[in-house]
């Protein structure tokens, strides 16, 4: 994953900042981890930090000029160093703590995730609602919602899900239950480390998960962002969002081309995954 990064070279000293911060070798793990290695969110979450970022400022480097920014959960924090709302350095010690707080809380309060695919996030949440230990934690596109809560409400939500019409629930590789109110320990947490962290308004508009709408102030950007630990990804509205005053193209910098799958299920959205196309290709189709 970090091979094809541009600038890897330069990027040393987030490397070991981020093996020093987190405790794990990042470098081995990125490229002969094991599944369940990868899966740790205190390796996940600063490696794709540092892909995101790295990708994010190589397009920007070569005269694209974006309408906005935006990230999916971990990636906003990658989108906030891109349009400088804080230091790449700052933006890591954010996600190294960020992971530990949330991985302490996954352990505290042990759940999953699952994927609902074939009904909308109004529908998911009407089922879910009487259901204890389970709560709508992304709203990816529509017809793809996810939820999370401990195994048991998890379990339950996904029996009463497919008996409301769901075409499919997918169990998802994850460590805890992200974006729930199980996390409320984490967002404690983070929330002091967020309160010391020096924000600047941002250089582009921001469309952040918490709340879908643009912004660049620094006082707004840190509220939303402490929010996002224990409330839903509503990412179908930050589409909504981006499209609101016409078609746009979508550029997903980082690894994979989940975000570009998704966007395509948005009106007037053309988007285009670097990872797949190539960054020539993202560049012609952005200028």
């Known amino acids: 994953m970090l091979d094809d990064v541009p600038g890897l ?3 040393g000293r987030l490397l070991d900042a981020a093996e020093a911060l987190s405790g794990f070798d ?4 990125a490229r002969s981890g094991t599944p369940t290695e990868l899966a740790d969110t205190r390796v996940a979450q600063p ?9 994010g ?9 974006p309408v906005a920014v935006a990230g999916h959960s971990l990636g906003e ?13 700052a933006g890591l010690e954010l996600v190294v703590e960020r992971s530990k707080y949330m991985a302490h809380a996954a352990v505290e309060s042990p759940g999953t995730m699952s994927a609902i695919l074939g009904l909308d996030a109004s529908t998911v949440a009407d089922t879910i609602a009487g259901i204890e230990g389970v709560w709508l934690a992304n709203d990816n596109s529509p017809g793809q919602v996810v939820i999370s809560g401990t195994h048991e409400g998890v379990a ?7 008996s409301a019409g769901a075409r499919r629930v997918v169990p998802l590789s994850v460590s805890g239950p992200f974006h729930s109110p199980l996390m409320d320990d984490a967002a404690k947490s983070f929330g002091g480390l967020l309160s010391e962290t020096a924000f ?40 909504s969002a981006l499209v609101a005053d016409g078609p746009v193209t979508l550029i997903e910098a980082g690894p994979g081309a989940v975000l570009t799958g998704l966007a395509k299920r948005v009106d007037g959205i053309t988007a285009i995954a670097i990872e797949t196309a190539g960054l020539e290709a993202v560049i012609k189709e952005a200028l």
């Open 47 to 55: 490696l794709l930090f540092l892909c995101d970022w790295a990708w």
């Open 77 to 89: 924090l990658a989108a906030l160093a891109v349009a400088d709302v804080f230091s790449p350095e």
């Open 57 to 65: 400022v190589t397009i920007l480097g070569s005269g694209v000029e």
């Open 200 to 239: 600047r308004d941002a250089s582009y508009p921001v469309v952040s998960n918490s709340d879908p709408s643009f912004t660049v102030d620094a006082e707004l950007i840190r509220s939303r962002l402490l929010l996002q630990i224990t409330s839903p990804v509503r990412w179908t509205e930050t589409m």
């Open 156 to 162: 339950e939500a996904a029996s009463a899900l497919a």
């Open 9 to 11: 070279d330069s990027m």
């Open 26 to 29: 990042l470098r081995s793990i």
